[in-house]
């Protein structure tokens, strides 16, 4: 019996990664902050669907740069 006592203990321990190694998946309506590598102004978030098992999952990513003045914007927004 002490024995699985400690082995719940140990699993209550665990912690979670930073939330710099988590994905963006399970966050719906989360705000989260993109820049553009380029020129390093805020570029919306984009949801992209994956399936995984038979479901699709939500995998937020970096969407395009609205930077008209940017080399990475795409050419519908480029002067």
Excluded: F
Aim: hydrophobic share 25%.
């Amino acid at each position: 019996m002490a024995r699985h006592a400690q082995h719940t203990t140990s699993q209550q321990t665990k912690t979670r990664p930073p939330a710099e190694e988590r994905t963006g998946t399970g966050r719906a309506g989360a705000a989260l902050d993109y820049t553009c590598p380029s020129c390093g102004h805020h570029v919306p978030a984009e949801v992209h669907r994956h399936k995984t098992l038979g479901i699709y999952v939500p995998v937020w990513r970096r969407g395009t740069c609205h930077n008209p003045d940017c080399s990475a914007a795409g050419p519908e927004r480029q002067r």
